[in-house]
């Protein structure tokens, strides 16, 4: 295996003689391949710097160059340094106090553990592999329309807060599905592989996109967990590393096995909330389990009494004619039954003899029949659908000469209506009607004033049924109406109509079926079991289920073919699924499908992902990997600056069970990261490039950390975890202005405007500008690492965006509001939670001169200054003038202190 | 790699330091546009700048450039099984008939091109342009194929031609960006802002998108309540506290930010001046037929000569509509197409005369075109619309200006307008030509990515020197 890729090599180097690209010796074997091996560190002439192994690594390298490590950082400044590391958010002045102050020697191993633990943790983590997860809420491309698959975040912020280890959190993204008997959650996972992009343009060659989706599928999995970039195989032998284009297509074919790129969607409550799910779900058995045992036959004699002294009744109709010459006959349950001629339009008069009493409401039945199409409750020959277009009620008095008199109907309400047939539709005269999908139902019809009738005047109802489909008549219906509807005690706006049916009857004559019908509306609507059903409609918030896209395999499997300089129409030789020859062994125990290859790059033979993965780690806290081309650990990459150190992290992490937690823990531990940043004076002015880590790392914040340090010192960060995405404030026309599908942002309410970055709605043709200001990617493909650019844009975004200055007034109003209100102190409050750390007195003076001259300038503007302090709301009486000029000087204030170069970078 | 690779090799050093936040002064001259001149070129450049009309959804070349009369003779006819047999189209799902232009065509200037009634002010300018008749491209709908011309791949992530601009040749400007992208048309091209996207290059490199609507550039504004005054008063502020914690920490980092700042607030008050197209004169109004206060495709032309003028590098418009399939008003070759011509073509020929006139034209690069063609074949031929489907095999760009052979037609299509006759040229040859004009050798204006040397043209291309003059 080894002399293949010596070989290979060899020819490489040769057919690229005279050319100064490849300086490497064709003999020795790559360093990524080879075993990991643990050197220890000689003895070092420092004895006191190092606090393990890591250190000694560091130190050795320094010794050889001669240089001292740096001094250890200000503990102010450490704490913030590894509160952003560890969580994205600054630590508070609380945080920092309690830290500077505790003079314990695990201080600062305590201040590790807290952060390790909290869901901020999580969050961050989760940011960082989202990015290589390429976690998107659009498909890409034209039309870019929205797809849903948050629940595959809440799954890796999950995964992150329970401390998942990083094998399981590898076989589960790759292949969950495929485990024997996966959970739900397992299958959430999967989502990693269906954020491959997909265009869904008109037109477009569906098998192009799928193709161009497994190939992502291939490379992104490659790039996370081999660190080797496959790409070019795709369409030729890979020039430099030990593959082939037939290898690569065996690689393909573990993905090409997947429902199609458009495929499986899968419906399960948010793993964040599965560890509770359990619980909650006997407590809701419990508690329905009381509801069902309550008596109710007290409950039943009290309803019914509170319905008739309501003045519910139902009509015994006598006289009901139709237009279109049908028949309408009374049934003994007093409902109406239509029969006979069906012409394409049929209008329903019913008059009837009221007994006296106050009027307020009619309720109306729609009921099945056997006699009706489909059993009812309308008369159309399809279906035994019905469409009441209008329903109309008149009034008159006793004599037959007195006239008729509309009655204005305020509003209707009914148990049941189509989303596109709504029962409201029948309160006009035009074509839209009420129609239940062949379902029974009953509607109220509310008047505006109830009315106050005389015994024997007569009340006239038409129901028309003019919408546009015919032969739409009601079959079957019976007509109530009372005296009083809505009495809120019982928590129900009408009476259920079937109920009161049911209950008139002699009880002997009632079947066991209408009386459990009777009686478990009675028990929902009994008082004494409404905090019963609070509690359940609560614990059942807590199972909310959503719809996620996950990866599922076919069951008839495609045939993989090579695909001829990587494109779909010109299909090779037949391949089946393999590992490249010259990487680790396959064991055969392993099924040849996704599942086994999880298995295979998780195997304790591969020496690429545990130095891939604590690379990135590294990369995290210190800016840049030990190998700088985290995401290429081939023959092109560069090679490890410390490859012992490299070394000894990826045998730690695989050591301690894959426990990513350690591995941070380890590496933040070290003397190494707890360095100070500052430039010593000797090295000013020069090259100030640092790879040998003899300092502490400084860097600029991620695009999601600019966003949350902002909202969070200004107090208005909403910390709730995990759910569908958000939509903070945007400007109009960023996103409206792509050719797409869902084209209008919709800014979310309140709170939800300032939830974490990583939460906001990433549209990959029109992300969100601030956030791509800082380099965050579009997330169309795998990035394991950011650039960190530092542009006027960035300027612009942290001093102008309303978002930001919505942060700065938030940030004015906790510096004006200090306890004593002194000014001083406030400046100091914003300060500190800007940067952790107390303002010089230089620092101090300059701020109080900016103080000063901006209360000075908006003392003598009154509405510039309304306009900065309160966002241009009209504000409180005049007299409040000096306050809003002091206001609009501390947003100033704050504003500066947003933008500080400390704010937005790591120290 | 040849000897411009030690170039790129410090380019490449030079910006993993910024990636890193320790080389950051290199890149704030980067940005300044210091650091990077003309000495920087793989060879002598024939053009210094670049406007690009990217007229999105697929003009028809068939009804503006590429006349066929045997075309129109067999309006009608059923077209010859090898244009459909095997064929994939984005719509065409059954054999179709040939369809004929509705349109007069005539020839104009010395150089005798053909232009069709609707292009009635590009007939003043005919002398001037090169036509490449013999286009074809690998993608047949709209997002990809518009991705593939501007960033030579049809999949999402990888920098466009404007970004690729940006990192071989810095801006030339100090308060505006090297890239620059105008939108008009009822929305935005179908790529989305993938097309002016940086992909895997440093973010600097992207496509600014000066907006007709709100700030043009985003958050330029100075929020309300804050005046110049007081924005300056604060930024001396924030100045002297990052001085301040530059003298204590030594960071590199924190001088470039205090010159981004600067530069931030630099652009504050160029951009303005830079979209004031009020303040041009009565006569340029007339001759691009712009109306101040009104967003369009006009406008747009007017604004990139104002930003040319002002050192930007690349200066990109989208006007979207062309996408004329028969089979709405919105989409149809009789009302729609003509209507997009009506938009357009004045103010296209304004831009070629207004660059001539200020001897700007001669290393200004102009290429007009859309993503792919329009079949010969009707996607719609009878009812009230008539139409053609998108067409990868044969289309019409045009190129004017720095290096380029004025005057010209390069390339042919078969009688029918179906495929290449003479002297193909792909999209990656075209991007090559563009990069070469610009001065850079498109195989080695490279960018190490996820382990490989990614180009613009990807492993192919070829600069077409038959039509540099």
């Keep these: 295996m080894k002399v293949d890729v010596v070989v290979r090599r060899a020819i490489v180097v040769l057919s690229l003689v005279g050319s100064a690209l490849v300086p490497i010796h064709a003999e020795d074997p790559h360093w990524a391949y080879e075993p990991v091996r643990v050197v220890p560190v000689g003895p070092l002439e420092n004895q006191a710097w190092s606090r393990g192994p890591i250190d000694r690594y560091v130190l050795q390298r320094l010794e050889t160059l001669q240089r001292e490590p740096a001094r250890e950082a200000p503990a102010a400044t450490l704490l913030r340094r590894v509160t952003l590391d560890l969580t994205g958010l600054p630590p508070t002045p609380l945080e920092v106090a309690s830290f500077v102050e505790d003079a314990a020697p695990d201080a600062y191993e305590r201040v590790l553990d807290r952060l390790l633990r909290s869901p901020a943790y999580a969050e961050r983590m989760a940011t960082w592999w989202l990015d290589m997860a390429r976690y998107a809420d659009t498909h890409g491309y034209e039309g870019d329309g929205a797809r849903q698959i948050w629940l595959y975040r809440d799954w890796v912020i999950n995964a992150f807060l329970q401390g998942m280890p990083f094998d399981r959190f590898s076989i589960d993204q790759l292949a969950g599905d495929l485990v024997p008997e996966p959970t739900d959650t397992q299958r959430v996972a999967t989502g990693f592989h269906r954020n491959s992009p997909f265009c869904y343009e008109g037109g477009t060659d569906l098998e192009q996109f799928r193709v161009e989706a497994v190939v992502d599928r291939v490379n992104t999995t490659m790039t996370v967990w081999m660190g080797s970039t496959f790409g070019c195989a795709q369409c030729h032998d890979h020039k430099y590393d030990p593959v082939s284009q037939e290898e690569y297509f065996q690689l393909y074919a573990f993905f090409n096995n997947a429902t199609e790129a458009t495929g499986a969607r899968f419906t399960a409550v948010s793993p964040l909330r599965q560890a509770g799910a359990a619980a909650l779900r006997a407590r809701i058995a419990r508690l329905e389990a009381q509801i069902a045992g309550h008596d109710v036959s007290d409950f039943r004699q009290t309803w019914m009494e509170t319905q008739q002294h309501r003045g519910l009744r139902v009509w015994k109709v006598r006289d009901a004619r139709s237009s279109g010459g049908a028949s309408i006959d009374r049934l003994a349950d007093h409902s109406l039954l239509v029969s006979g001629a069906n012409p394409a339009r049929d209008d329903y008069e019913i008059v009837y003899q009221w007994e006296g009493g106050r009027f307020a409401a009619l309720g109306l039945e729609v009921l099945h029949h056997p006699s009706l199409p489909k059993g009812g409750p309308g008369r159309y020959e399809q279906n035994g659908n019905f469409g009441l277009s209008t329903l109309e009620i008149s009034v008159s008095g006793p004599q037959p000469q007195s006239p008729w008199q509309t009655v204005e109907v305020a509003e209707a309400f009914a148990s049941y209506e189509e989303p596109q047939d709504k029962v409201a539709n029948a309160l006009n005269l035009q074509q839209e009607c009420w129609c239940t999908n062949q379902q029974e139902a009953q509607a109220w019809f509310v008047l505006r004033d109830p009315l106050m009738l005389a015994a024997g005047s007569r009340i006239r109802v038409r129901l028309r049924h003019a919408s546009k489909w015919e032969r739409h008549g009601i079959g079957r219906f019976r007509i109530w109406s009372t005296g009083e509807p809505g009495l809120g005690e019982l928590g129900e706006m009408f009476p259920a109509l079937n109920v009161v049916a049911i209950l008139t009857k002699p009880a002997a004559t009632r079947t066991p079926k209408e009386v459990d019908e009777a009686d478990s509306y009675l028990r929902n609507v009994d008082p004494a079991q409404q905090l019963l059903h609070a509690e359940v409609a609560r614990s059942k918030q807590g199972l909310r289920t959503a719809e996620t896209m996950v990866m599922q395999e076919r069951a008839k499997p495609r045939q993989t073919r090579v695909l001829l300089a990587g494109s779909h129409l010109n299909p090779g030789a037949s391949v089946a699924p393999a590992i490249p020859a010259a990487w680790h062994a396959w064991d055969d125990r392993w099924p040849r499908n996704r599942l086994g290859l999880a298995r295979w790059l998780m195997s304790k033979g591969n020496p690429l992902v545990g130095r891939v993965t604590s690379n990135r780690i590294w990369a995290m806290f210190f800016g840049q990997g030990i190998v700088t081309t985290s995401e290429d650990f081939g023959v092109q990459g560069t090679p490890p600056s410390h490859p012992r150190l490299l070394d000894y992290l990826a045998d730690y992490f695989v050591r301690t069970n894959w426990n990513l937690q350690t591995l941070q823990r380890q590496i933040l531990m070290s003397s190494t990261y707890r360095q100070s940043s500052d430039i010593p004076m000797a090295l000013r002015g020069g090259d100030t490039s640092d790879r040998w880590y003899g300092r502490g790392p400084a860097f600029r914040l991620a695009a999601e950390s600019i966003r949350d340090v902002a909202l969070s010192v200004s107090g208005l960060l909403d910390r709730q975890i995990g759910g569908a995405g958000v939509f903070p404030y945007q400007p109009p026309g960023v996103y409206e202005q792509i050719h797409s599908f869902n084209t209008a942002w919709k800014t979310s309410e309140r709170g939800q405007q300032y939830r974490r970055g990583l939460y906001t709605w990433w549209k990959r043709t029109a992300p969100y500008p601030s956030m791509i200001a800082f380099d965050a990617p579009r997330r169309s493909v795998c990035v394991d690492r950011r650039p960190r650019t530092n542009t006027p844009m960035q300027a612009l975004v942290t001093l102008n965006d309303p978002v930001f200055l919505r942060c700065a007034r938030g940030l004015a109003q906790r510096m004006r509001s200090t306890d004593d209100g002194s000014f001083t102190v406030g400046l100091r409050i914003g300060f500190r939670l800007c940067t952790a750390r107390d303002p010089t007195s230089a620092e101090m003076e300059e701020l109080t001169r900016l103080h000063a001259r901006s209360f000075d300038k908006y003392r003598g503007q009154p509405a510039a200054a309304h306009t900065l302090a309160e966002g241009g709301i009209a504000a409180g009486p005049r007299a409040n003038q000096v306050g809003v000029a002091e206001m609009a000087a501390w947003v100033t204030v704050a504003n500066v202190l947003l933008n500080l170069d400390e704010t937005l970078m790591k120290y | ?469």
């Design chain 2, 1 to 469: 790699m040849n000897q411009h690779g030690l170039l790129h090799n410090t380019r490449r050093q030079f910006l993993s330091q910024c990636v890193t936040g320790m080389g950051a002064l290199a890149m704030a001259s980067l940005c300044d546009g210091v650091a990077v001149n003309r000495a920087d070129t793989h060879h002598p450049a024939r053009a210094k700048r670049m406007i690009y009309l990217h007229m999105a959804g697929g003009p028809s070349q068939l009804d503006l450039f590429d006349h066929k009369p045997v075309l129109s003779q067999r309006h009608g006819e059923l077209c010859p099984a090898e244009f459909f047999d095997g064929k994939r189209f984005a719509f065409i799902k059954s054999r179709p008939k040939l369809l004929g232009t509705p349109f007069r065509f005539g020839r104009y200037g010395g150089s005798g091109a053909s232009l069709s009634e609707h292009a009635p002010h590009l007939r003043r300018v005919v002398d001037d342009l090169c036509f490449v008749k013999s286009m074809h491209t690998d993608q047949f709908n709209h997002a990809p194929a518009q991705l593939f011309m501007q960033t030579g791949s049809a999949i999402l992530g990888r920098p466009s031609l404007g970004a690729w601009l940006s990192y071989g040749l810095g801006s030339e400007s100090r308060e505006l960006p090297a890239f620059v992208v105008l939108v008009s048309g009822q929305r935005g091209p179908s790529g989305g802002t993938a097309l002016w996207g940086n992909g895997f290059l440093p973010s600097v490199h992207q496509g600014v998108r000066l907006r007709s609507q709100g700030d043009p550039v985003l958050f330029l504004a100075n929020p309300a309540g804050i005046g110049g005054a007081e924005r300056r008063m604060a930024l001396d502020s924030l100045r002297t506290l990052n001085e301040i914690r530059l003298r204590q920490t030594g960071q590199p980092e924190i001088a470039t930010r205090i010159a981004q700042y600067e530069l931030a607030y630099r652009m504050q008050r160029s951009v303005p001046d830079l979209m004031a197209v009020d303040r041009e004169p009565e006569h340029i109004h007339k001759l691009y037929g712009t109306e101040p206060g009104k967003k369009s495709y006009a406008n747009n032309c007017l604004l990139a000569r104002r930003l040319i003028e002002r050192g930007a590098r690349f200066v990109q418009l989208y006007h979207w509509g062309w996408d004329s399939h028969g089979s709405s008003a919105g989409e149809n070759l009789r009302y729609s197409f003509v209507e997009r011509c009506r938009q357009t073509d004045r103010a296209t020929t304004a831009l070629l005369v207004d660059l001539k006139q200020r001897g700007l034209l001669e290393d200004t690069l102009v290429v007009w075109g859309g993503e792919f063609g329009r079949t010969p074949m009707a996607e719609v031929f009878t009812g009230k619309y008539i139409g053609r489907d998108h067409h990868q095999h044969a289309f019409t760009m045009w190129m004017a200006g720095g290096g380029i052979k004025p005057g010209v037609t390069y390339g042919a299509t078969d009688p029918l307008g179906y495929g290449v006759s003479e002297d193909p040229v792909h999209v990656h040859d075209l991007q090559a030509t563009i990069l070469h004009l610009m001065g850079l050798d498109h195989e080695a204006l490279t960018y190490r990515f996820q382990g490989r040397d990614f180009r613009l043209t990807d492993v192919h291309g070829r600069v077409v020197s038959e039509i540099l003059g």
